[in-house]
T-cell receptor, first 114, second 114 residues
Framework: AQSVSQHNHHVILSEAASLELGCNYSYGGTVNLFWYVQYPGQHLQLLLKYFSGDPLVKGIKGFEAEFIKSKFSFNLRKPSVQWSDTAEYFCAVNLYNQGGKLIFGQGTELSVKP | DAGVTQSPTHLIKTRGQQVTLRCSPKSGHDTVSWYQQALGQGPQFIFQYYEEEERQRGNFPDRFSGHQFPNYSSELNVNALLLGDSALYLC?????????????FGPGTRLTVT
């Protein structure tokens, strides 16, 4: 069965540290890839998405992600985190043969210390 | 511009009862998807509605059913509730059903089954 794995369940960083959250998926076909964020008390919001083209995509709030097809990965990065980045981050995959269905990873909780 | 709205916010039910959750999509959207998010997990796809028909379904039993109305709003019904149905139920809307659809999420309905 198709699945999405996020290897870090909880990441704790100090402000200004660099961030990289891992995401791997298990599916050999064509995919679209997403990162969603859920700030405390708020609903899921789209951070960035990859459909095709340049595998390095930039999203909101300084986040970026790189799609490496050979590694089935779509890692999220930010050069310098802020306290306001404290949130839960979800990687999601959309399979070309399954329409609009999103398959989510289990999420990574990021805590940024001021 | 109103985003995706869901009602009620919280709900407590007893095992064996039935529940109905409601969703109004973002203005201009005609497709509604429902997800179940258990505590500490990522959202899991339940089903998607477009043109008042169920277009896709995830791995959920028939106890989970839905409906979409002509104004694109949607309901999720769960019969014969089990303790394991306790979760956050998320509604997401988009302006198309396919793989390039960007889904916008509502705040969710927290269902507790006792």
């Amino acid at each position: 069965a198709q699945s999405v794995s996020q290897h870090n369940h909880h990441v704790i960083l100090s402000e200004a540290a660099s961030l990289e959250l891992g995401c791997n998926y298990s599916y050999g076909g064509t995919v679209n890839l997403f990162w969603y964020v859920q700030y405390p008390g708020q609903h899921l919001q789209l951070l960035l998405k990859y459909f095709s083209g340049d595998p390095l995509v930039k999203g909101i709030k300084g986040f970026e992600a790189e799609f490496i097809k050979s590694k089935f990965s779509f890692n999220l990065r930010k050069p310098s985190v802020q306290w306001s980045d404290t949130a839960e981050y979800f990687c999601a995959v959309n399979l070309y043969n399954q329409g609009g269905k999103l398959i989510f990873g289990q999420g990574t909780e990021l805590s940024v210390k001021p | 511009d109103a985003g995706v709205t869901q009602s009620p916010t919280h709900l407590i039910k007893t095992r064996g009862q039935q529940v109905t959750l409601r969703c109004s999509p973002k203005s201009g959207h005609d497709t509604v998807s429902w997800y179940q998010q258990a505590l500490g997990q990522g959202p899991q796809f339940i089903f998607q509605y477009y043109e008042e028909e169920e277009r896709q379904r995830g791995n959920f039993p028939d106890r989970f059913s839905g409906h979409q109305f002509p104004n694109y709003s949607s309901e999720l019904n769960v019969n014969a509730l089990l303790l394991g149905d306790s979760a956050l139920y998320l509604c997401a809307s988009s302006d198309q059903t396919g793989v390039f659809s960007e889904q916008y999420f509502g705040p969710g309905t927290r269902l507790t089954v006792t």
